[in-house]
């Protein structure tokens, strides 16, 4: 007897622990619901989990799932927390142990446009078609699988003509990458443009050290890759590999400019001239074209839209233009590098709609010193070895190495339009 009572309160205190822990958790993760909601930082920007409540046991796997902390467990059931953080690759939809979850597009609020396609993924203009993000498929397994089965309908349909291309690809994350080796596979003539200078597309922007894989892919001349999960560097690297060893030619800094028919094909525009093709793959994500700042010196090769490794600039004079997470985190994480003055430019009176913790290192940082903070300020242009910029005070040239302009992208969406694309405007819905 005497055994069975230490088993029996030893199991009580396990219980106890447990249940004043997530009861600690769960105050945490209703802190961050509420700082969200007050930070206006609720809205996903795309494909994004709805938990159903009634079925949600509030095991927490989905919560677990999440490299992004976007869902947290809030009186007893899953929760998005941090919606604007939500990248939509679904890890938390194969985590779920009782179906609780649904991918869906936009809110009640805001909606979504997403193309319509068949399920040969072929919009509504034949011999255009739409794979990946775009499409609003965030997972990377299918977004692979969309690219590679839009070229199979291709191939099947390839007809030789006066064309310079069977296909042209425009863009270079999961889904272009799986369709231009697709197209190798079949003896297809193709171009792959990308309007960046690196591939992977949505993927390359993840944080660093991100699950970026869940399940596995399928792709041609390459086989099954079983990766399971897999941070996005070793993603990115594998990709490198793929290329070098397939010679998959892909055109960097090449961005698509318009779509217009042309006979029984499309003529695609570009920045460096135009393409007749007998089928267009649109896979582009939905982050856009980078914003510019159209001002004097932008073109110069020291101004990028966005920060890849903040050592690069030790030492350096940095600019960084925006107001959002990403210009407050890559200022911050610039302000941390050794000898770098780093100065932070927004046009308006308070930065709006951003974490609280980047918030805060800001402040820190500008507190210590190491980040200038310059408010209802803009670019005026860009020389050398300086910047002209407007502020409350005046124009004020500062020395200046790089400037990272962190303004956002632009979807083609009017463009698309243009060349005669459909679109639904989701709002809550798969």
């Known amino acids: 007897m005497q055994y069975l009572a230490l088993y029996a309160s030893a199991l009580i205190l396990v219980w106890v622990l447990y249940v004043r822990r997530q009861k600690r958790i769960q105050r945490e993760h209703k802190q961050q619901l509420d700082a969200s909601v007050a930070a206006g930082l609720v809205e996903p920007p795309s494909l994004h989990p709805v938990v159903d409540l009634l079925r949600c046991l509030g095991s927490s796997s989905c919560v677990t799932a999440c490299p992004e902390e976007a869902l947290g467990i809030v009186d007893g059931k899953a929760v998005l927390i941090n919606g604007a953080a939500c990248i939509g690759h679904g890890a938390c939809l194969a985590a779920c142990p009782v179906d609780a979850i649904t ?7 805001r909606g979504v446009d997403i193309p319509k396609v068949s399920p040969e993924f072929e919009s509504n203009v034949p011999g255009l078609f739409i794979a990946g993000e775009l ?42 990458l799986s369709a231009g080796l697709s197209s190798i596979e079949h003896k297809l003539r193709y171009k792959l443009i990308e309007q960046e200078s690196s591939l992977g597309g949505s993927v390359f922007h993840y944080p660093r050290n991100k699950i970026a894989m869940t399940a596995p892919v399928k792709l041609a001349l390459i086989g099954t890759v079983r990766f399971g999960e897999v941070q996005k560097e070793k993603l990115l690297e594998f990709w490198q590999k793929v290329v070098a060893q397939t010679k998959l030619d892909i055109a960097f800094r090449e961005c698509m400019q318009g779509i217009e028919r042309a006979g029984d094909g499309f003529v695609v525009r570009t920045d460096r001239g135009s393409y007749r093709t007998r089928s267009v793959l649109l896979a582009l994500g939905r982050r856009g074209t980078p914003r510019k700042l159209e001002v ?17 600039y030790d030492g350096q004079a940095v600019l960084v233009v925006g107001g959002g997470d990403s210009a407050l985190e890559a200022a911050i994480a610039l302000a941390e590098q050794r000898g770098t003055t780093v100065t932070l430019s927004y046009r308006s009176a308070a930065f709006s709609r951003v974490k609280q913790k980047n918030r805060l290192a ?5 507190r210590a010193g190491r980040l200038q903070v310059e408010l209802e300020s ?7 070895k300086a910047v002209e910029l407007k502020t409350s005070k005046g124009v004020q040239s500062l020395r200046n190495d790089a400037v990272i302009v962190c303004a956002g992208g632009q979807l083609p969406i009017p463009l698309l339009q243009q060349a005669g694309i459909e679109f639904d405007t989701k709002y809550g819905t798969q």
Request: one cysteine or more; aromatic letters at 4%; glycine letters at 12%.
């Open 296 to 312: 004097p010196g932008e073109e110069s090769p020291k101004v990028v839209y966005r920060l890849v490794d903040a050592s690069q």
């Open 135 to 176: 499409g609003g498929m965030g997972l990377i397994r299918k977004a692979a699988e969309q690219g590679r089965q839009a070229i199979e309908v291709m191939r099947k349909k390839r007809a030789r003509g006066a064309h310079d291309f069977d296909v042209v690809i425009v863009g270079c994350g999961p889904a272009g």
């Open 362 to 366: 800001v402040d820190e940082a500008q």
């Open 378 to 384: 803009t670019v005026q242009s860009i020389s050398a």
């Open 103 to 109: 991918l869906v597009f936009g809110s009640e609020k």
